[in-house]
């Protein structure tokens, strides 16, 4: 039953995944002037992307031909370590659904990303391929630091049992590094989601889409589903282990609606960050302000040694 | 008279073998082949001349020689405060040799001059002349797989529609970009197809992580064989129409350089309305390019939001246009002796309307965008072109005006309406991408304050005067307009039977790119693309298009027409019979 609840639970969300994004790019029309598409016009790319055949240049390896699967199975996997429809009395999933498992799918999908950027040996995509790796390299740090004061927090590192500490009060906003560390985390959990002003491993106009530039068609469509999977995660994670309280509902698929919408609203707000201004460069914009996230961390670390 | 102070220093350099004027401020001062390095020099940088144009010339069926004629700006120097000759004294000074057709061989000016660096490569392309001790000698115009020894512009070299075999893909040599030495360094192309450039351009950035040591580059990829069609082939009222289509955005100012130049070669003058309608358009065409350019300076940081905003505004400038000439663009409006159409009061009423929003808004979005302290740190202390730099390359409009040079047509060689406008020249120290936007910014306010005026002064006179006319066989003279992008001259040598003998057109860009190599280095990868920007680099556009099927692999070539015709009727489709 909780295998029927998981799978319930990954493909609700990428059937509603591209919804959250056309109504972003709807509202981001409204604040540039224009009309805008659809709010479903994400739909209609990935279906015509879809139908659409594959090329592949005459450099690449089979890196670059199973990269896509790879980075679609490491996002889904990443997806199903959030216990939104199972608990801590599911036996079959708790032990899956652990924060380290969940940071090494997320760095196994980096991986990927990077070698399918190096394979195609487009200078772009290469370009790409080492900010994407410098991009983990600031913004990991500070989730761990975040994420161990949690850990030590609680004792544990499985997620359900996290979020059931949160929910029920025992652990949480009442102590003051827990309060701390979520302002962290949730900073560099967007900057995980790849939005403007952090989309440099994307950068249109500087990389020409980068790593994505390289591919096109049936890949490019499953490439778009698997970024669109690990934002959704990205911005889940902040909530179960930061704001779990769509499980506070017994009932597993109304849990899972109320999950959605709040990853929704989350991913939808971001417009008011990600349509302002202009892309950070990755050795001044990006270096400085991580570094506020980083110092932030280490306040909440701080606060936790001493026993706050 | 107007240059004479020059020529008679001139003089006591070099020797003059003749001296010829043109127009009150133009005069040509033919020099001996071997004093021509020396005579460029010491009117370039002795006398404070910029080089505005080079124009080499096949003249064999004139005086059995080819020719070159080096035309100098003479302005001042611009380097510090008073660094400047007087108003009433500016002026253009050409300096003629004459190269036997034997040895096809001139000395070098780029090696004292480095301005003259593409004029002197392009001389080989077009003509076979070989400059010698030109320090780069590579193609510049032509493709590297153009055949050896044809030179397009000599008269006797080909029928203009002649087209040469390509060779095949794999067969094309190489072109030789100037890699800097040691190890370490990546190549990074930006383009030849770059998704910030229209245009095909290639740039080969050589890179140590993320920071660009040397850049080199190859433009030229399409070709449109302008000049060659206008030669022998074209009349005079044809040639504005020919001239305007140079530039999807600054073609007004092309068209009026171009006519400019051969009604000055018969000392025409055009009634002062139409000046002032002239002058008017090309306002309209800078306020587009100008809102087109910080628009694009967002976009390629990443910042849609501002460049949305601006490209509102612009709107309201391609509904003055259309107040105006009676269509978005304004094309087709120039002909010799003046305008086709004239400006009704109601719409002069509209366009002071339709001004005065463009003002507000553009004030409102540009004090948004400079709040943005992000956008600020990705603008300051980018692309940098050096004063000096600046001095040596001779580049013109906001590029070398960011630079602190104050550089401007309509300022030093007043022409039209702009002897009675009164306007500020932009000038704005830095010389980062920061400070060309500032110089476009200001320059928008300067040119809603122009139109103003000319509204305001221009009299109730007839548009056009009867274009009756003789030219004159061998003359020729030199037009400057102040475009969006800078000074576009346009120099027309007069021909036989009412037709044009050699053409030739500079537009604004061709001065800048030069000098972009040393706006690149030691920035970062991610701001290369917004250096190009910052420069507003000039575009064209192919005017065909190649439907491939697939799966049949057959192709089909549809002209510019059908392509129209199927997008309004979507009938015919040029697919159906490719299947």
Redesign the interface.
């Known amino acids: 039953m909780d295998f029927i609840y998981l799978l319930t639970q990954l493909v609700s969300a990428i059937i509603v995944a591209p919804l959250f994004d056309g109504i972003s790019r709807k509202l981001r029309a409204k604040f540039q002037s224009r009309i805008g598409p659809s709010i479903f016009q994400t739909y209609y790319d990935i279906f015509k992307l879809l139908k659409r055949g594959r090329t592949k240049s005459s450099s690449t390896s089979y890196v670059y031909q199973i990269a896509p699967y790879l980075l679609f199975i490491s996002a889904a996997a990443m997806f199903c370590t959030l216990p939104i429809t199972y608990g801590a009395n599911s036996s079959a999933l708790t032990h899956f659904s652990d924060i380290f498992v969940l940071l090494y799918f997320g760095a196994l999908f980096r991986f990927i990303f990077i070698v399918a950027g190096i394979d195609t040996a487009n200078p772009y995509a290469g370009i790409s391929a080492s900010r994407e790796g410098t991009i983990g390299f600031y913004t990991e740090e500070v989730a761990v630091i975040c994420l161990i004061v949690v850990m030590m927090g609680t004792g544990s590192t499985g997620l359900p049992f996290i979020s059931s500490l949160v929910q029920t009060g025992e652990y949480g906003y009442a102590i003051p590094s827990f309060a701390i560390a979520s302002t962290a985390f949730l900073w560099v959990m967007y900057v995980e989601t790849g939005r403007k002003p952090y989309d440099l491993a994307e950068a249109e106009q500087e990389l020409q889409e980068g790593v994505l530039g390289e591919f096109c068609g049936k890949d490019f469509a499953i490439i778009d589903i698997a970024i669109l999977l690990k934002q959704i995660t990205v911005l889940g994670f902040f909530l179960v282990v930061f704001m779990p309280w769509a499980g506070l509902v017994d009932n597993p698929i109304l849990s899972l609606v109320l999950f959605l919408v709040e990853v929704g609203f989350l991913y939808v707000m971001s417009v008011f960050i990600d349509n302002f201004g202009p892309r950070f460069t990755i050795n001044k914009g990006m270096k400085r302000t991580m570094l506020f996230a980083l110092a932030i961390s280490c306040t909440s670390l701080v606060l936790y040694i001493m026993g706050i | 008279m107007k240059c004479d102070k020059f020529i008679e220093a001139l003089g006591q350099r070099v020797k003059i073998l003749e001296v010829t004027r043109q127009y009150e401020d133009q005069v040509t001062a033919l020099v001996e082949l071997n004093d021509l390095p020396e005579a460029v020099r010491f009117l370039y940088y002795d006398m404070g001349g910029y080089l505005s144009t080079m124009i080499p010339n096949d003249e064999r069926s004139i005086n059995k020689h080819y020719a070159l004629y080096y035309a100098l700006s003479m302005e001042g120097g611009k380097m510090f405060e008073g660094d400047e000759i007087a108003q009433d004294e500016k002026c253009f000074v050409t300096v003629k040799v004459l190269i036997s057709p034997e040895s096809l061989v001139f000395p070098s000016v780029t090696p004292l001059v480095p301005a003259c660096v593409w004029y002197e490569r392009e001389a080989y392309d077009m003509f076979g002349l070989i400059a010698e001790g030109l320090p780069d000698k590579r193609r510049l115009v032509l493709s590297d797989d153009w055949p050896d020894n044809l030179f397009p512009l000599r008269k006797d070299a080909m029928d203009y529609r002649y087209r040469p075999d390509m060779k095949e893909h794999y067969m094309e040599p190489e072109y030789d970009f100037l890699r800097p030495e040691g190890s370490g360094m990546?190549?990074?192309?930006l383009g030849p197809l770059?998704?910030?450039a229209d245009e095909p351009g290639h740039f080969r950035l050589y890179c140590d992580g993320?920071t660009i040591i040397d850049a080199d580059y190859r433009l030229f990829y399409q070709h449109r064989g302008m000049e060659k069609l206008a030669e022998n082939r074209m009349n005079y009222d044809q040639m504005g129409y020919l001239a305007e289509r140079v530039c999807g955005i600054c073609g007004y100012a092309h068209a009026i350089a171009c006519i400019e130049a051969a009604e000055k070669a018969i000392n025409l003058e055009i009634p002062a309305r139409a000046q002032a309608i002239r002058i008017v358009c090309s306002e309209i065409e800078r306020l587009h390019s100008h809102l087109l350019n910080i628009g694009l300076a967002?976009?390629?940081?990443?910042?849609?939001?501002a460049f949305?905003?601006i490209f509102?505004i612009r709107e309201y400038s391609m509904k003055l246009a259309e107040l105006v000439t009676g269509g978005r663009k304004t094309y087709g409006n120039v002909v010799m002796g003046g305008l086709r159409r004239d400006m009704t009061g109601h719409e002069i009423k509209e366009s002071l309307r339709i001004l005065h929003i463009i003002e507000t808004q553009v004030e409102e979005v540009w004090d948004a965008v400079m709040d943005?302290q992000?956008?600020m740190?990705?603008w300051k202390g980018v692309g940098i072109l050096d004063k000096q730099v600046a001095r040596d390359f001779s580049p013109v409009g906001p590029n070398i005006r960011g630079s602190g040079i104050k550089r401007d047509t309509r300022y030093d060689h007043p022409y039209d309406f702009f002897k009675q406008v009164k306007f500020d020249v932009a000038v704005v120290e830095g010389g980062d991408v920061f400070a060309r936007e500032m110089v476009r910014y200001m320059e928008l306010k300067s040119s809603v304050s122009i139109i103003r005026q000319c509204f305001e002064l221009m009299p109730q006179t007839a548009i056009i005067v009867d274009p009756k006319f003789h030219v004159k066989p061998e003359n020729y003279s030199l037009a400057y307009v102040e475009a969006p992008r800078g000074e576009n001259v346009h120099w027309i040598m007069q021909g036989s039977a009412q037709k044009v003998y050699r053409w030739r057109c500079r537009a604004a860009t061709y001065n800048n790119w030069p000098s972009l190599r040393f706006q690149f280095r030691g920035n970062?990868?991610?701001?290369?693309?917004l250096i190009v920007c910052s420069l507003d680099p000039c575009y064209s556009c192919t005017e065909r298009v190649t439907v491939v099927d697939v799966r049949s692999k057959k192709s089909k070539i549809l002209t510019h027409n059908d392509l129209k015709a199927f997008s309004q009727t979507l009938k015919n489709s040029p697919m159906k019979d490719l299947k």
């Open positions: 990546i190549d990074v192309p770059h998704i910030t993320d967002c976009e390629v940081t990443g910042n849609y939001n949305m905003h509102r943005d992000r956008q740190k990705r970062t990868i991610a701001d290369a693309a």
